[in-house]
């Protein structure tokens, strides 16, 4: 018997910092967090950039000399994660995590092979390698905080945040655990990587100045803005929620991922991949395309991507459904994104309206999309993620049941 999924706590660090109402604030008022970047011998870029972010006064600080940068944010989200859900009361050999990452703890390895030409090998640090894996991210999170239960570091590019969710929601669902930290985690702005996707004609341009640079969906998009952060979010078994009386979010009632089997980086221009994601998502959560009252799309405002993405979301019976990308504020955080617009999703439930996509002056797309803040009341919203060689991911929430878990505490 499938058991329910519940939403208990939500963390994030991003370039609005690592408060998730601070973060609400943001989204809901299509502030941005983007900023003008410069990274030793390239160009000026725009980015979303976490600073002031202290990790030892979240964790121990002896722990986070020994983490990469990715570590430490994902760690922290987790930190907070945990401490909004409260105790679950639950064995840690049944409590997991699944955390996304695709670039790994890049600035470790960037900074190992400047220490290599110029000091030589005896002076390379011994953690080079574990800290540079793409499971150095989960591996910082069940480290610091005690958790045995399983799993996973999903690497499926941008849609690996998205990915980790669904996994997670899987493992608690099918009673292979009763808890899981699950989301994404990414610290890749790294000149190596960013010149990467400068070379590959993805990251914007500064013509409209860094505030204006990520606009999704609007027709004079240009590119991705780079962003690094974490999104974690803890999943828990929806009646041992309920019988410690925790507060909950949402429910988790969908998940799906396909893939387009095509180029190396471009999606599938008519939107089947994604479509059929989305569809089924939809069909794991018993639902039609008409019960979903809000999208946060993966659209990262590049002119194929967004363009694709549209056409899968009327293909998925979603073209009327009202739909932001909320990557006009954020930025886009690769591996960390689905994560972290999972937790921009709950606002939704928790703060009652839609969320907006900022600088959307001329769509030109054929969606419904949200332009401002917008009260409403929601039921089911669907979250995307999609990644380079075509992976294509979606997650479907439910409203919490009437009456149950007072949102009045909700930052």
Not at 122 to 150: E, I, K, Q, W
Not at 228 to 252: H, K, P, S
Not at 371 to 386: D, I, K, L, Q
């Amino acid at each position: 018997m499938r058991r329910r999924v519940a939403v208990t706590g939500l963390g994030v660090v991003s370039a609005f910092g690592d408060d998730v109402g601070a973060f609400w604030d943001g989204l809901l008022a299509a502030r941005s967090a983007v900023s003008e970047v410069r990274l030793e011998g390239l160009p000026p870029v725009p980015a979303c950039v976490v600073s002031d972010l202290d990790g030892g006064a979240v964790l121990d600080r002896r722990e986070v000399r020994r983490m990469d940068r990715v570590g430490v944010f994902a760690a922290v989200a987790a930190a907070h994660a945990l401490a909004d859900a409260g105790d679950p009361r639950v064995d840690p050999w049944r409590f997991g995590a699944a955390i996304g990452n695709a670039h790994g703890g890049i600035a470790t390895l960037a900074e190992s092979h400047r220490t290599l030409l110029e000091r030589g090998v005896d002076r390379v640090s011994p953690f080079t390698v574990p800290l540079a894996l793409t499971n150095s991210a989960v591996a910082a999170v069940t480290r610091v905080h005690g958790l045995h239960g399983p799993t996973a570091a999903p690497a499926t590019a941008c849609a690996a945040g998205t990915d980790a969710i669904g996994w997670a929601y899987e493992r608690i669902r099918d009673g292979r655990a009763d808890a899981m930290v699950a989301g994404g985690a990414e610290a890749a702005l790294v000149a190596p990587i960013v010149a990467g996707y400068l070379r590959l004609g993805a990251v914007a341009s500064l013509a409209r100045g860094a505030a204006g640079a990520s606009r999704p969906f609007d027709a004079a998009r240009d590119g991705f803005v780079m962003a690094e952060g974490a999104g974690a979010l803890v999943l828990e078994d929806l009646d041992a929620a309920r019988a410690r009386g925790a507060r909950v979010y949402a429910e988790v009632v969908g998940y799906a991922q396909r893939c387009d089997a095509g180029h190396l980086t471009s999606p599938d221009e008519t939107g089947e991949g994604p479509a059929r994601a989305m569809e089924a998502a939809l069909a794991d959560a018993g639902i039609g395309p008409e019960a979903v009252g809000y999208v946060n799309a993966h659209a990262t405002s590049t002119p194929v991507g967004d363009g694709a993405e549209a056409l899968a979301l009327q293909r998925a019976g979603l073209g009327a459904t009202p739909v932001s990308s909320t990557k006009g504020q954020h930025g886009h955080s690769l591996a960390a994104a689905g994560a972290i617009e999972a937790v921009a999703t709950m606002a939704v439930f928790a703060r009652g309206a839609l969320l907006p996509g900022a600088n959307l002056e001329a769509p030109d797309v054929d969606l419904a999309l949200v332009r401002a803040a917008t009260p409403a009341t929601v039921e089911y919203a669907m979250s995307t993620g999609f990644g380079f060689g075509g992976h294509d991911a979606a997650l479907v929430f439910r409203t919490p049941d009437a009456g149950y878990a007072s949102l009045t505490a909700v930052p």
